[in-house]
């Protein structure tokens, strides 16, 4: 209790409890809405603390999964404080402007992003000497510009698993695409927003650069426990796996042991019967015959 009450007063700090206008509100917000103080609309701080930690604890388990997750944010006062979250964690995100297609048409959007690679590489290891100074340059101005727009999925080889959003609104064309390929999709969602359209909803100012970077960083520190857990639980499975083959090993090399230490025990002792009971050693029999031409 102690814990959400401190994290509700940081929330109340940053002003994330600081709603759009009355006459700008969506009717579906109204059980997260608390109250109405000069024709603004005051956020529910205690939903916005029981939906950040429902949040954080699935983000914890896709991160713990070893899957994606991507953010999205293409507003001016977000940009730079969600892709620096999201290079704490190395995922993925999208903070210039969303490419069309950037999921449904996620195969062109790679062979983009290798094209960007490509250039990258002709550029650093000195095959571009060849060219003229103005392809050169040219080279140069297209690589900047693709990785503008590309350089935050530059490492995904695949669909992310879940998209967090910082406005719905503003990124309705990256929730729809999402949405159509039933990716699970989280988002910060302000008064004028639906929030059923998010799998998880959190109802927070998603204007104010203090109310973003709080509530980014929260989900952050929960995905790099996710990521933590699964490096922990790969370490021991890799310790478990060292210990298995040391013993097998040792399992081994004592039966080595032991078969050349019978095999020494039976050197001296004759041949051994294998029809005898015991393996013991077959019994010589003196020979009666009397010798030929004999006489009696």
């Given at each position: 209790m102690e814990n959400n009450t401190s994290l509700q007063q940081q929330l109340l700090e940053a002003g994330?409890?600081?709603?759009?206008?009355k006459k700008k509100w969506n009717p579906k917000m109204l059980p997260y809405i608390f109250a109405e103080k000069k024709g603004i609309h005051i956020i529910d701080l205690n939903k916005t603390v029981d939906h950040l930690q429902e949040t954080a604890a699935a983000m914890k388990q896709i991160a713990k999964s070893g899957k994606k997750i991507m953010f999205v944010a293409t507003k001016k006062q977000a940009k730079e404080i969600v892709s620096e979250c999201a290079k704490k964690v190395n995922m993925p995100f999208a903070t210039e402007r969303w490419l069309g297609g950037m999921l449904t048409n996620f195969n062109t959007v790679r062979k983009s992003v290798k094209k960007m690679q490509s250039i990258e590489k002709m550029l650093n290891d000195g095959s571009a000497e060849s060219l003229t100074k103005k392809e050169r340059l040219t080279l140069s101005r297209d690589k900047e510009k693709m990785e503008k727009v590309l350089g935050g999925i530059a490492q995904l080889g695949r669909l992310p698993a879940a998209l967090f959003l910082v406005d719905i609104g503003h990124e309705h064309i990256a929730l729809a695409e999402a949405?159509?390929?039933?990716?699970?999709?989280?988002g910060m969602v302000d008064t004028n927003c639906d929030p059923n359209k998010v799998d998880f909803a959190i109802p927070a100012n998603d204007d104010a650069t203090k109310s973003i970077a709080i509530i980014t960083n929260y989900l952050v520190a929960a995905i790099a426990e996710g990521l933590a857990e699964r490096q922990a639980s790969k370490d021991e499975e890799e310790s478990h796996d060292h210990d298995s083959n040391e013993n097998?090993?040792?399992a081994r090399r004592l039966e080595a042991e032991a078969q050349a230490e019978g095999g020494r025990g039976r050197r001296g002792r004759g041949p051994v019967d294998a029809a005898a009971p015991g393996g013991q050693p077959k019994r010589r029999v003196p020979n009666t015959r009397r010798p030929a031409g004999g006489g009696r």
């Open positions: 994330v409890h600081f709603g759009h206008l949405k159509r390929l039933g990716i699970t999709t989280f097998e090993a040792k």
